[in-house]
């Protein structure tokens, strides 16, 4: 039984990390760029069918044959549904098993032709499933275990997929270790950078050096003004919680229309056609609207208009379960609740109007934060993805807020909120009960088990406590063994029963009964 991985075999994975990166950073820049000139080619259609009539037939069967085609793929493999983060954190956590080449086909299919013709879903969570696809598969082909060398290739090229997506590398690792893997494990993190900077060089290749959210701004924001950055925080937790509520409440919404859930996409896909006629111009993920946003003029009607109707339909878009992401929606509806917020401020003389952008850029890492439960990775992902490090503080104050209301509300991370309402393979979980799996834990400050004796410690009898990691160095467990806050203990578990196992260590690990 295998225990410690060889400083060869972590060299091994980290160039295979980068292999990840560079497939998978192919694979999303294509996905990005049929996405984004789909919506072009789309956003021209719409405008002509103002005064086409035949045209508007047309778009209107050409959706429902959209329609039925994606509502096929998500019949022979529903696990392509929504944006997919949910399913890969199902599958790092031994809840799920999925088939890396029915998905990373399908679910590329599947996006371009779901998120293509302006429907308000983002590219990036798709883009995560791709890659972690992609680390599957190559996990698949390079390795006869599939035990936690898959895992970290899935990590990665989750990671990957990310950075590619957004041209954010830093933020793609930081979100695997924050938000999916849950894990600071030095294996998974390096792995996983190397994966995402690979792809990163790929992506700049192709779509070139410029920050995906280029906001332009004036002046750094003076301390004075920091007061509005605790109020904003307060108005972005509440509408953060609003939006966890709304979206995971949508499935059931959906039910009401008595269509098989599969064919659910056919309601915002022949919607999109008179919306896209009306508003051309505010439709898609929302990259365009939060660059021009501060361009809109200071209309607070039109903006609380523009909020309302991203709201809504992001809703509808999302609820649906067509293959696409939130990540990006959610920082659209961030950025208008920034905007919105400093037109109302100057209009009550409190705050110049200069500093919009400045509140765009902060109000997208807030209401990212506070719906996501990851604020570091907001604020790496925004810090990258509009190009300036002169945000930090600020970003991380607006963040902070945000967060803790949302957690006063007693919200939870939203993708953990969908997780739990995936159907899980039971049958796949019972199948691979007899194989054994190793699981690492870390141990944080203020552990119930911190400064407690091995043999003190009322593990569950279905586990093995096969190391300790302190610093670089392992230690061979004994029952005399100290344990302390920086360790990370490694057990070996029953691979089908690994994500039951890893709730009730993390209980007991907190000291929760």
Known sequence: MKVAITDNEKLRLTLEGVLVGIISGIVVSMFRWSIAHLLTIFQGLYVAARTNAGLVIGLLVAMIVVAVFVSYLLKKEPNISGSGIPQVEAQLGGEMHLNWWSILWKKFVGGILSIGPGLFLG????????????????????????????????ASGAAAGLSAAFSAPIAGAMFVLEEVYHNFSPLVWVTSLASAVSANVVALYVFGLQPVLQVPYQYSLPIKYYWHLIVLGIVLGLMGRLYQVVLLSMPSLYSKTRLPRYIHGLIPLV?????????????????????????????????????????????????????????????????????????????MGLLPIAFESNLIIFAMAGYFACIGKAPFTAIILVTEMVGSLKHLMPLAVLSLVAYIVVDLLNGAPIYESLKERLNLNSAYLNRVSKFTDRLEVPIYEGSSIDGKYIRDIPFP???????????????????????????????????????????KLKDLINGIN
């Not at 109707?309 to 920034?338: C, D, V």
């Open 123 to 154: 590219r990036e969570g798709p883009s995560i499933q791709l890659g972690s696809a992609i680390g599957q598969g190559v996990g698949d082909l390079t390795h006869d275990d599939k035990g936690v060398s898959q895992r970290v290739l899935i």
């Open 271 to 347: 919607l999109i056609v008179p919306l896209g006629m009306w508003l051309p111009q505010f439709i898609g993920g929302g990259n365009s609207i939060i660059v021009n946003l501060n361009k809109y003029g200071t209309g607070l009607l039109f903006l609380l208009s523009l909020l309302a109707f991203r709201f809504i339909y992001s809703m509808i878009s999302y609820g649906s379960g067509l293959p696409g992401g939130i990540f990006l929606p959610i920082l659209n509806l961030g950025a208008i609740i920034g905007a919105i917020y400093a037109v109302f401020m100057n209009q």
């Open 461 to 503: 009898n279905d586990i093995l406590v096969v190391g300790i990691y302190r610093g670089e160095s392992q230690i061979i467990p004994k029952g005399d063994t100290l344990i302390k806050a920086g360790d990370r203990i490694v057990f070996m578990v029953n691979a089908g029963q690994r994500a039951k196992i890893s709730r």
